[in-house]
């Protein structure tokens, strides 16, 4: 049969008189003066059905009708006997039927897509085909597909190749927890799911495709976190011969045309640039928000001319002192302030010094201690009467950036500081190579271990020094959007005697080496360029463009924080039959009786 | 740095005295008259340089270079003095080199990309990286991203959403083995890979999405097979509110474009229909071949007029009598057709009954028996002098299609009957929904359980009656290419009555049915549109476009029929901190004790 000649978005005036076939759920009904009112939703719109009772059989088969009912509708296009409704697109029009066939009677749904908004997350997403039907996720959906398609017409214009790189992987445990997955051929022996193909694309490198990209799923056995799924895609793109400059001018290019595209918002040419010393400085983060001000002021100088312990001892202590100035924060209450002091401890803080500015000085909290210095200090942090000053003091720097850069994002939400329509975007740029872990006691790669170091720092590397290693910059990059990371990369090691030299400084022996990353090191050794990449999460962008800050929203079939799929049950037990061909066998921990 | 003005497939006449850079791999090099000429290679081609001993800091880097090498070359584009080489696009030219910088030297590789067929395909697979640089692989891959970007671009005009469905899925054990995943989270339980979308693109379209795209990752655990990978490709579509020819019409002008766009070469439009039925009866196979004829003719009547035991013993028992004709195979000799006689025994034949024409009657073989339907059976297989005729003869008429269906393959290969530039697509349609399986004493699907039955056949689901449910025929369709089968799709049960009735024939008792496909039946029961699909293996495809029978030249990093990844040394133990996490225990079986 002719399920349709016209979709339910699209009938217009110019269409007044046509006969046309219609297929779709039935959104809501009414009756009114014997006459039954359908409207009839398909993906690209709704529209008005009207059955009279003169047209005998399309009526009766219409007065059974119930939400979510799918039908097919043959009828004259006609003007809107009641006038138009300026909520439709096709609001001018309704179709007079005079043939309607019920393909599939629905039983009476979990809910209703017009009020999934009523029902709790797990109930949407068990049903999660009913949820889906929901304007605003066909919405999502259909962002998500145009994000792929300009993502995939970008790159390939520019000559990338999408290459598919293997989900049966070589399990590194390195970085976040590997999935693996049982080999019945290999007894005894795993594969596991890539957390991202970054060695395979650098192999594509050496194996001379010069310009890759793939929308690539990649996995991560992590432990329950609202923001993240197990499974998640990101947009992965590899480029031969070329500097850290044009990897990060490509990706310019693909976000300037997406939200042009989607949005029709344009992307400043070129996106600001910070150093990672900067962001961290003056924002305490690596990927500042920079939708507002306030900046980190070091007031180091200042605290030692007074005779607080708490700030002069932190600086003698090797630490610093510094402050961010509050617009408007002064009218805060004193549980509010206190509330603030609780919360920054979780990030290592052992208080919240602050102050509030009144008649161009200080006053209250930790003013009576800091008289000395009030003029400097008002004038340093360019505060005005009504302003909060809060202060991160702290014989360690990072603990004190940590401090203030996560305190100066709450206070910019709470005190509704953020115009939602502002986008701010931004590159962070010379990242440090390494950091040392105290509790590893030795150093971590920031990015890494493929990351390249900057070109001068090369003879860094064989340096016992500490600060000479510490100082070391990498040709890594992250781009950020209002705060959040949206992608990161890097220019990699192409000479296998740097990468070499990186394994063991960052505490992995050449035995270890070999096991771990023997083909990489071997790939390089036969003739590889230089290249470098990004990749940039998918999910994440889907979410900034449709302004949602749940990513099971932009996911089809999301999985809760505990990994499970609602609506099929899955992960599940499976048969001792299937465990056995893998040779395996579970063994649960032995729980501790309860009472 | 710069690394490069062009490729080093894009010089021309008309860059003459232009100072370029190139980078890429050194292909090769040789020494005349005390100058140095290194053919350069990168992506796009290769060029020759030429370093001149006057340019001496260029020239005597150029000395120390060796095969794959990572150069950067700038020079002049000159006229190639040594006269045009025509096999090269860049033949006119060469570049007259001033600056030479090596960004890499290269260990003596395992061997070089233009003599990678001298070595076993486990060293290219050991060093992919080294054999993805040949101009071959280059071409399979860029052909492979060709085909993904001309079907997402098709699909999308026509408006099909790019939707990505799960990668941790729930086991259902049916049809092939799948893959397990343990969870850690969900104690004791496991996620399993994909064997298709095909559930998820059933529950989209009852989401309403109506119009889906996937190119797919799927996954098989089976057991070792050279044509087979365990992760495969498939283009996975779906549509709602459409019948059989509009999802045939919709890949129809698919494969039209990608034989159009890649090869340059027309499908003809529409693409021939064959029953199943036909396609069984005529060629013993539900993929013909339809390159070469040897059509399967009925000679059981004929069989039935002669004394010899063999044949008309076999049609009184229920069975038949076929025969093909195979143009010239009169000069095979004794010792082939006893070989073909063995050959057949594979599938189920007790023998292979031939005789040959001569001078216009039937001699040798079981001529002698046949002598009294000689003429008829001359005339009604077409024969003619030199030709040979092989019989089919079984009591059960699947043997005998299979037997010959699998023969006339054979033969029009070992014949050289088949010209490779000829292309025969086909659409085999009309299957029966179930056929009977002795083994497990039931009805199994021929396509899968969300088969839809015709409109006509629905009646006989109830049926007891063995031949009248043999009868019912399903709305599947598949795509033939040469005897290959390229891609398979049906439309799907929409209606959950029929669902439960289908499920009920395959021997699914209700409760296994909700245990399994529970989700699919709620959804069918809360407004599921009509929808059906199509999936094709893009594997095969481009195998079929840049003609290679071996799956793992299309597939980047490929696996052994084993599974192993020889590069990565995939699959490999893990540790038993790891498999502690997930609960498990390996334990591999007792092996017998070898003497």
Same mark, same amino acid.
């Given at each position: ?203 594509? #490198? ?87 001000? #306030? ?75 800091? #008289? ?8 340093? #942090? ?214």
């Amino acid at each position: 049969m002719n399920y349709r000649t016209h979709t339910c978005g699209e009938l217009r005036e110019t269409h007044l008189d046509q006969t046309v076939t219609l297929s779709g759920w039935v959104n809501n009904y009414r009756d009114h003066g014997g006459v039954r009112f359908i409207d009839l939703r398909d993906r690209e719109g709704i529209t008005q059905i009207v059955f009279h009772p003169e047209a005998a059989d399309a009526h009766a088969v219409a007065q059974k009708l119930r939400r979510e009912d799918v039908i097919t509708v043959t009828g004259k296009c006609i003007v809107r006997e009641g006038g138009e409704n300026p909520k439709l697109a096709t609001g001018k029009i309704e179709v007079d039927a005079t043939e309607a066939i019920v393909l599939n009677d629905a039983a009476n749904p979990p809910f209703i897509p017009d009020e999934a908004e009523k029902v709790g997350e797990e109930t949407r997403l068990r049903y999660r085909y009913v949820d889906l039907r929901r304007p605003a996720m066909q919405h999502i959906l259909k962002t998500r597909h145009r994000v792929t398609k300009i993502t995939r017409d970008y790159f390939d214009e520019q000559g990338f190749y999408e290459v598919e790189t293997p989900f049966l992987c070589r399990s590194t445990p390195e970085g976040a927890r590997d999935f693996l997955v049982p080999s019945r051929l290999q007894e005894g022996e795993f594969y596991a799911l890539p957390q991202s193909p970054q060695l395979f694309k650098q192999i594509l #490198m050496v194996g001379g495709i010069e310009k890759y990209i793939q929308i690539a799923r990649c996995f991560r056995d992590e432990d329950p976190r609202a923001d993240r799924q197990a499974e998640f895609t990101q947009v992965d793109m590899e480029m031969a011969f070329v500097e850290q400059e044009d990897v990060m001018s490509v990706n310019e290019g693909l976000m300037r045309r997406i939200w042009k595209d989607v949005l029709d918002i344009e992307i400043p040419n070129p996106i600001k640039r910070m150093t990672y010393a900067d962001a961290m400085n003056d924002y305490g983060s690596d990927r500042p928000d920079l939708r507002f001000d #306030m900046k980190l002021i070091d007031v180091s100088d200042l605290a030692t001319q007074t005779d607080f312990k708490v700030f002069s001892g932190a600086v003698e202590k090797g630490g610093i002192v510094k402050a961010i100035r509050v617009p408007g924060g002064a009218k805060m209450t004193r549980k509010e302030t206190d509330a603030l002091a609780e919360w920054v401890k979780q990030f290592g803080a052992g208080g919240l010094p602050i102050c509030k500015v009144e008649g161009g000085t200080i006053a209250t909290g930790v003013a009576k201690f800091l #008289m000395p210095i009030a003029e400097p200090l008002v004038e340093r #942090m360019g505060a005005e009467d009504g302003d909060l000053i809060c202060f991160g003091v702290d014989p360690k720097p990072a603990t004190v950036h940590r401090v203030l850069g996560e305190l100066r994002v709450k206070l910019a939400h709470d005190l509704e500081m953020i115009d939602p329509k502002q986008a701010e975007w931004l590159w962070v740029v010379d990242f440090p190579m390494v950091e040392w872990s105290e509790d590893k006691k030795r150093w971590d790669s920031l990015h890494h271990p493929f990351t390249a170091p900057n070109d001068e720092d090369l003879d860094k590397l064989d340096s016992d020094d500490h600060d000479t290693i510490a100082s070391i910059k990498s040709k890594a990059y992250d781009l950020v959007l209002n705060g959040s990371e949206m992608g990161g990369g890097s220019i990699r090691i192409h000479r296998p005697d740097v990468q070499s030299k990186v394994f063991k400084l960052l505490g992995i022996d050449e035995e270890e080496a070999k096991a771990k990353f023997g083909f990489l090191l071997d790939a390089l050794n036969y003739g590889a360029p230089p290249h470098g990449g990004l990749a940039f999460g998918l999910d994440r962008t889907v979410m900034q463009l449709v302004g949602t800050s749940n990513i099971r929203d932009v996911i089809a079939f999301p999985k809760t924080q505990n990994g499970a799929d609602l609506m099929t049950e899955a992960p599940s037990p499976v048969d001792e039959e299937q465990l056995k061909e893998l040779n395996l066998r579970i063994q649960l921990p032995v729980k501790a009786p309860t009472a």
